[in-house]
C-alpha cells in the first residue's frame, strides 16, 4: 500500500521535505489519511451545521419552552462562543497537541448537545447552546490546523477542497433539515441527531490520529501560555460580534446596547492588541496571536485575502437564499434547491482548486487572482437583477460565478499557509486565518443587514400598516399571503432594491479582494525566490566546507 511519510522539519525550511514535514515521526498509508479527512470532514460538517439548521425551527421551539421574545438568542447565543474561541482553540492545540484538543471539542460539542435537547426551558437551551458553539469552535478551528499538519503538500488542494465542500452544503441542508425535523417530529431531535455522527467521529479520530505532543512538551508549553491574551481575545471578540449580530435588527445601531458594545469590543481590541505587541517583544510568553508573521508581507495579504473571503462567501451563501423568499415569494426549501448552482458548484470548484494547486506551488496564488475576477463580475451581476417576483435565468449564472470564485480562493489560501509558514507556526496562522473568515463575514452581514434594512423601513411604511410590518418580520411567507396582490409585489420590489443595495456595497469589497490577490501573487513569487536564493547559499557553503 502506497504511504506517505511524515517526519520532524527543521524551522524555516522550505525543501519538499520540510514542507510537508511533521510534528512526530511517523507513516501515514493513503488508507489511514483518507479517514482522518473523512472524521475531520464529519466534524466540520456538524458544527457548521448547528449555525444554521436551527434557524427554520425557531416557531417551533418558541411554542414548546413558551417564550418567543428570546428566540433569538438560541442563534446568537451559538455565534457569539463559536466565533470569539477560535483564536483560543487554534493556540491551545500548540500546548497540547492536536489530538486530544480536537476529541475534546467534539466531546464539549456532544455533551452540550444533549444538553439543548433535554432543555426544559428556554434560557437552559440559551445556556447551553453557548456551551455547545465552545466546542464548535474547537471543531472548526481544529480540524484545519490538523488538515495542515497531516496531509501532505501534494495531497494538501485537494483535502483542502474536500473539507470546503462543508460550508456550501451546511448552508444548504441546514434550513431544510430544521424545518424537516420541526414539522413531522420533535425540534430535540436536531440536538439529538449530532451523537450517532460524533460517535462516528470519535471512532475514527480516535482510532487512526496520533498526539504528537509529548507530556514534558505540554508541561513545558503550558509555562508560557498566553493567558492574558486568550481573556482579551474573548474580551473584544464576544461583544463586537454581538454589536454586528444585533445590530440593525433586534436593536438600533444608535442603541446603548449595541455603542455600548461597539465601544466595548474597540477598547478591549485596543489592549489585545498592545498586550499581544508587548508580550513578542518584552516577555517569553508564547502570544496567542503570531503578531510576528505580520512582519512578512507575504502571510500579512494572505490573512487579509481570509478576512475579504469572509465577506464575499458569507453574504452571498446567506442573503441569496433570503432574497429568494423575500422576493420571489419562494418557500425556504425551494430557495434552497435554487441556491444549488452556488453551493453545489463551489465544492466542486474547489476539488478542482485544490487537485491544480498540488501540482504547482505557483498556481495557488494565481488561481486566488483568477477567483477575484470572478468573484467581482458574480457580485456585480448579482446586484443588478430584477425586482419583480420572476426569477430570472440568468441569476442562476451568476450564483454560479460566485461559487466557482469561492472555490478557487478557499483552497489556495489555505495551500499558501502551508508553504509560507513553518510548522511551528501553523495552528496560530490558521487560527488567524479562520477568525479572519468569520469576523469578516460578521462585519459584511452586517453591512448588508444594515443597508436592507434601511430601504425596508425607509419604504414599506408608505403602503403597509405597522401590524403588517411586524407580521413580515415575523413570517414573510404568511404574512404576505395576507396582502393585497399590490401590495406583496411592492414588498417584493422594496425588498429586491435593498438586496440589490446590498451586493452593491459587496462590489467594494470583491475588489478588495482582487486587489490583495495580485499583490499576494507577486509576493509570494518574492518569498519562493528568496528562500530558493537562500537555500543555494546553504549548498554552496556547505560544499565549500566539504572541500576544505
Known amino acids: 500500500m502506497e504511504k506517505t511519510t511524515v517526519k520532524e522539519s527543521a524551522p524555516g525550511s522550505d ?27 464529519l466534524s466540520l460538517f456538524l458544527c457548521s451545521l448547528e449555525t444554521t ?30 466565533n470569539a474561541f477560535i483564536l483560543i482553540w487554534s493556540k491551545l492545540s500548540d500546548t497540547f497537541g492536536t489530538k486530544w484538543l480536537l476529541l475534546s471539542a467534539n466531546f464539549v460539542f456532544l455533551v452540550f448537545s444533549i444538553a439543548c435537547a433535554v432543555s426544559k426551558t428556554m434560557v437552559q437551551l440559551i445556556i447551553f447552546r453557548a456551551f455547545q458553539g465552545i466546542g464548535g469552535s474547537g471543531m472548526y478551528s481544529l480540524v484545519f490546523v490538523v488538515m495542515a499538519q497531516i496531509v501532505p503538500l501534494d495531497k494538501l488542494g485537494i483535502c483542502t477542497g474536500i473539507l470546503s465542500s462543508v460550508f456550501a452544503l451546511a448552508s444548504l441542508l441546514g434550513p431544510i433539515l430544521g424545518g424537516v425535523i420541526s414539522d413531522n417530529t420533535t425540534w430535540r431531535w436536531i440536538f439529538w441527531l449530532n451523537a450517532p455522527g460524533l460517535a462516528v467521529v470519535f471512532a475514527i479520530l480516535g482510532k487512526f490520529m496520533e498526539n504528537p505532543k509529548s507530556k514534558k512538551e505540554v508541561r513545558d508549553s503550558m509555562k508560557t501560555m498566553d493567558v492574558v491574551g486568550a481573556l482579551l ?13 444585533e445590530g440593525g435588527d433586534r436593536y438600533e445601531w444608535n442603541s446603548g446596547v449595541i455603542i455600548g458594545t461597539l465601544v466595548t469590543g474597540g477598547v478591549m481590541f485596543i489592549l489585545f492588541v498592545l498586550w499581544e505587541g508587548w508580550a513578542y517583544l518584552r516577555t517569553n510568553i508564547d502570544g496567542i496571536f503570531p503578531v510576528h508573521l505580520l512582519k512578512r508581507s507575504v502571510t500579512a495579504l494572505i490573512f ?15 442573503q441569496i437564499p433570503q432574497r429568494f423568499q423575500h422576493v420571489n415569494n419562494t418557500t425556504a426549501t425551494r430557495a434552497g434547491i435554487l441556491v444549488l448552482p452556488l453551493t453545489l458548484v463551489s465544492p466542486c470548484s474547489a476539488l478542482c482548486s ?11 496564488p494565481a488561481l486566488a487572482i483568477l477567483g477575484g475576477c470572478l468573484n467581482v463580475v458574480g457580485i456585480t451581476l448579482i446586484s443588478t437583477l430584477p425586482t419583480s417576483d420572476h426569477i430570472s435565468s440568468a441569476q442562476f449564472g451568476y450564483q454560479t460565478l460566485i461559487g466557482l470564485s469561492i472555490g478557487l480562493l478557499t483552497p489556495s489560501l489555505m495551500y499558501l499557509i502551508k508553504i ?10 490558521m487560527g488567524v486565518g479562520n477568525m479572519g473568515r468569520t469576523l469578516g463575514g460578521c462585519i459584511g452581514l452586517a453591512i448588508g443587514g444594515s443597508l436592507l434594512h434601511r430601504e425596508v423601513d425607509k419604504d414599506l411604511p408608505k403602503f403597509l400598516t405597522d401590524q403588517q410590518i411586524e407580521a413580515l418580520e415575523v413570517s414573510s411567507s404568511l404574512a404576505r399571503s395576507m396582502l393585497t396582490e399590490e401590495q406583496q409585489v411592492r414588498v417584493g ?19 478588495l479582494s482582487l486587489l490583495t490577490a495580485v499583490l499576494l501573487f507577486f509576493a509570494h513569487i518574492r518569498s519562493l525566490k528568496a528562500k530558493e536564493l537562500s537555500q543555494a547559499t546553504e549548498r554552496e557553503e556547505l560544499d565549500g566546507a566539504a572541500s576544505d
Not at 420590489?493 to 475588489?511: D, M, R
Open 354 to 364: 485544490g487537485i491544480l494547486v498540488g501540482k504547482n506551488r505557483y498556481w495557488a
Open 420 to 429: 509560507e509558514v513553518d510548522e511551528k507556526d501553523i495552528a496560530g496562522a
Open 53 to 82: 439548521i436551527v434557524s427554520t425551527s425557531l416557531i417551533h421551539i418558541s411554542n414548546d419552552l413558551d417564550d418567543l421574545n428570546q428566540a433569538g438568542w438560541i442563534v446568537v447565543a451559538y455565534l457569539l462562543t463559536f
Open 15 to 41: 525543501s519538499a521535505d520540510a514542507i510537508n514535514a511533521k510534528q512526530l515521526p511517523h507513516t501515514i498509508s493513503n488508507l489511514q489519511l483518507s479517514l482522518i479527512v473523512l472524521g475531520l470532514w
Open 304 to 318: 487579509l485575502s481570509l478576512l475579504w473571503l469572509g465577506f464575499t462567501f458569507y453574504v452571498p451563501v446567506i
Open 233 to 245: 481575545s474573548l474580551a473584544w471578540a464576544i461583544p463586537l460580534i454581538f454589536a454586528l449580530q
Open 493 to 511: 420590489e422594496v425588498y429586491g432594491k435593498g438586496f440589490n443595495l446590498q451586493f452593491k456595497a459587496l462590489i467594494a469589497f470583491a475588489g
